[in-house]
T-cell receptor, first 114, second 114 residues
Framework: NAGVTQTPKFQVLKTGQSMTLQCAQD?????MSWYRQDPGMGLRLIHY???????DQGEVPNGYNVSRSTTEDFPLRLLSAAPSQTSVYFC?????????????FGPGTRLLVL | DQQVKQNSPSLSVQEGRISILNCDYT??????FLWYKKYPAEGPTFLIS?????DKNEDGRFTVFLNKSAKHLSLHIVPSQPGDSAVYFC?????????????FGKGTKLTVNP
C-alpha cells in the first residue's frame, strides 16, 4: 500500500491562477479530508468527505472546492489563488465512516502564492 | 476563538526524563481527544486517543490524562527519547454529537536532548 499520496510536493503560483492539489489513497477509506497548516497554527479543516459523492465544509472552506467522484481520490481546487492561501496542505483519510479515529495523513503539499 | 489551546509553543527535556505536554479546551461538548505527532516535512501521525468516559489511557511510554472538570488533558512521555523530538498536536471532537470534524491546537514543539 502506498497509503495517502499527494501531488505536487511543492508549487509556486501567481495571484489569480488556479490549480488542483491531488490526493489519493489506496486503503479503501471512506473518510477523506483536507487541512491547511500555517506557521504557528494548528491544522485547520478545509473540506471533508464521508464517502464518494458526499462532501462538506470544514472550518476554512472559502476559496477552495472539492469533489469526491471515487473512493480513492479527493482533489482540492484553488479557484483563484491568493497570497493568503500560501500554506502547507495535508490530505488525510480514515477507515471509519467518521474520520475521528486514526487518520492517515499524506506528506503534504507546500504552496507559495506570489 | 480557539477551542483547543496548547499554550506552550515549545518544551525542552533531557533524555530519560518525563515530558508533559498540556492541552486545554473550551467546548464542553468535546468528548473525544487525540494526540498527533509531526516530524518536519512529514504529515502528522496518530499517537494516542482518549474518550471522555475515561480519565487515563496508556500505550507504552505514552499516557494521556483527561480532567473533564478542568477541560484539560495532558500527554506524558516516559522516558523521553531523542526520537520523540517533534511537534505534538492535541485535537478534539464531538463524537457523540455526530461530528466528523477535528479541531486542532497550535502544537507544542518537543525537543529531547541527549
Amino acid at each position: 500500500n502506498a497509503g495517502v499520496t499527494q501531488t505536487p510536493k511543492f508549487q509556486v503560483l501567481k495571484t489569480g491562477q488556479s490549480m488542483t492539489l491531488q490526493c489519493a489513497q489506496d486503503m479503501n477509506h471512506e473518510y477523506m479530508s483536507w487541512y491547511r497548516q500555517d506557521p504557528g497554527m494548528g491544522l485547520r479543516l478545509i473540506h471533508y468527505s464521508v464517502g464518494a459523492g458526499i462532501t462538506d465544509q470544514g472550518e476554512v472552506p472559502n476559496g477552495y472546492n472539492v469533489s469526491r467522484s471515487t473512493t480513492e481520490d479527493f482533489p482540492l481546487r484553488l479557484l483563484s489563488a491568493a497570497p493568503s492561501q500560501t500554506s502547507v496542505y495535508f490530505c488525510a483519510s480514515s477507515p471509519q465512516g467518521r474520520g475521528l479515529e486514526t487518520q492517515y495523513f499524506g506528506p503534504g503539499t507546500r504552496l507559495l502564492v506570489l | 476563538d480557539q477551542q483547543v489551546k496548547q499554550n506552550s509553543p515549545s518544551l525542552s527535556v533531557q533524555e530519560g526524563r518525563i515530558s508533559i505536554l498540556n492541552c486545554d479546551y473550551t467546548n464542553s461538548m468535546f468528548d473525544y481527544f487525540l494526540w498527533y505527532k509531526k516530524y518536519p516535512a512529514e504529515g502528522p501521525t496518530f499517537l494516542i486517543s482518549i474518550s471522555s468516559i475515561k480519565d487515563k489511557n496508556e500505550d507504552g511510554r505514552f499516557t494521556v490524562f483527561l480532567n473533564k472538570s478542568a477541560k484539560h488533558l495532558s500527554l506524558h512521555i516516559v522516558p523521553s527519547q531523542p526520537g520523540d523530538s517533534a511537534v505534538y498536536f492535541c485535537a478534539a471532537s464531538e463524537l457523540q454529537g455526530g461530528s466528523e470534524k477535528l479541531v486542532f491546537g497550535k502544537g507544542t514543539k518537543l525537543t529531547v536532548n541527549p
